[in-house]
């Protein structure tokens, strides 16, 4: 019998969330590779230049050999090699908007060879036949939280429940915004490759999202950007059921202080890439440099959008004439 009485806990809608279990809930995208690194034990791993550090960092701690290909100019494989015994093709399904090229892949190299990030794909995750992973805190207010399809059984109560932190989460719902970005630099820092399910805090949380609105006011908003944006970006937009964010690339860069006098915080995506020593990748460094990931998740409005698009059609506006 559970306790009667007291004092209330937070309010769950128990809306059953995480009751699929056709995919394992962890705690980061780093360990969901680290979990299915150490389960296909390969020997060598084509992997994106374009990629972070933090999809890296697995592969040195384990030991595993990766080799970095190019993309071209519309976020695809330059080249497809072929896989000897023991590689595998890693693909990163980029800002949600390349799905029908993780399917192409899978086509070609076949489910066991291909290992899919789609840490931009929440909305879009599915299982696909082949390792992939997505992520839960990159898209709603949690402290941690990455789900992970296998293609075969795997164990993964020999790992320990993580221990969250939402600390910065609620200071910036208390409007305490610049406590609550020092929390979150804080706090991400301390994230590494270690293993963990995800936190039951976590579980909960997510008990409490309207998956369907968030991803309609996602759609919403990505097409306001895109009808006000477009004219503006020299990277060549798809629909998608999941975008991750809208990513803008105008003809010139433009420094990001600019934005932030106006109230847009934006980061440059993987600027890890920039300090990498190998020579070409001409492409993904300049991506580094001026490709800017506008948000466009649930949190915002049509207005709110319309607003980031003036801003910014007045800036590129000055930028490029």
Known sequence: MKNIGGFFELEIANKGYLQDSSFYALSTGRACLMVLLKA???????????????????FRLLGINIRYYELNGDLTPKVQPDLLDGEYFLWTNYFGLKSDISKRIINTYGQEKVILDDTHNFFG??????????SVRKYFGVGDGALLYAPKPIDVSVYPQFESSTQHCALRLAGHQQEAFAAYQTYEASLDCSIGRMSSETEKLMQNVDLFWAMKQRLKNF???????????????????????????????????????????????????????????????????????????????????????????????????
């Open 40 to 58: 296909i034990n390969p020997k060598l791993v084509y992997v994106p230049f374009y990629t972070c550090d933090a999809t890296l960092e697995p």
């Open 125 to 134: 995750f599915e299982n696909l036949g082949c390792w992939s992973f997505t």
């Open 223 to 321: 097409s306001i950007l895109h009808k006000g944006l477009e004219r503006y970006n020299t990277l060549a937009i798809e629909s998608s059921s999941s975008p991750y964010c809208y990513p803008l690339l105008p003809q010139n860069g433009i420094e990001l202080s600019l934005l932030h006098e106006n109230g847009i915080f934006v980061p440059r995506l993987w600027a890890d890439v920039l300090k990498r020593k190998e020579r070409g990748f001409l492409l993904e460094k300049e991506w580094s440099q001026h490709l800017i990931a506008l948000p466009i998740d649930h949190r915002y409005s049509v207005e709110d959008m319309q607003s980031m698009v003036d801003v910014l059609s007045a800036i590129l506006d000055q930028v490029e004439n």
